[in-house]
């Protein structure tokens, strides 16, 4: 993708020089056909697509690259916990929609202050959820 090329492998800007003093071998990896063990865990997911079209959108914004860089974060960060909810969602197969209710803080408590928290509180919970039962269904196999 040309704004990666130009903004980030090609340039000298902060993140790309961070990013090469992270990487091993100072940004000269394999190439991805030649890289072994990545993957990911499912061909095809609505969240794989919709990752996608949000770094588009935020890339065809034409702004400059030191200020794309961080929504590219911001957004990565959401439609990773908006991945996790999905898959502890389908492990307890549970089909209502991934959700949140958000509040713009006010001085008086109110309704919609107490639908965030409870929207809060259950997204919290259910990775914690998939994994017990992940775990029971592991241990009821292997109990026979």
């Known amino acids: 993708m040309p704004f990666f090329e130009s903004n980030i492998l090609k340039s000298n ?5 961070l990013a090469r003093i992270l990487q091993p071998n100072e940004g000269e990896e394999a190439t991805l ?13 609505p969240e794989y697509s919709n990752l996608a079209e949000d770094w588009i959108k935020i890339i065809n914004c034409n702004i400059p690259a030191y200020d794309t860089i961080p929504h590219l974060v911001n957004i990565t960060g959401l439609h990773m ?6 898959r502890s969602k389908e492990v307890l197969n549970e089909s209502t929609k991934t959700h949140f209710i958000l509040e713009i803080l006010a001085p008086k408590k109110t309704i919609i202050r107490e639908l ?4 809060y509180l259950e997204n919290n919970n259910l990775s914690r959820l998939a994994i017990e039962r992940y775990i029971r269904g592991i241990k009821k196999r292997m109990n026979g």
């Open 81 to 86: 916990i908006i991945y996790f909810l999905n």
């Open 13 to 17: 800007s902060i993140y790309s020089r």
């Open 33 to 45: 056909a030649d890289m072994k063990g990545t993957y990911l865990p499912y061909e095809y997911l």
């Open 116 to 119: 965030a928290s409870d929207s």
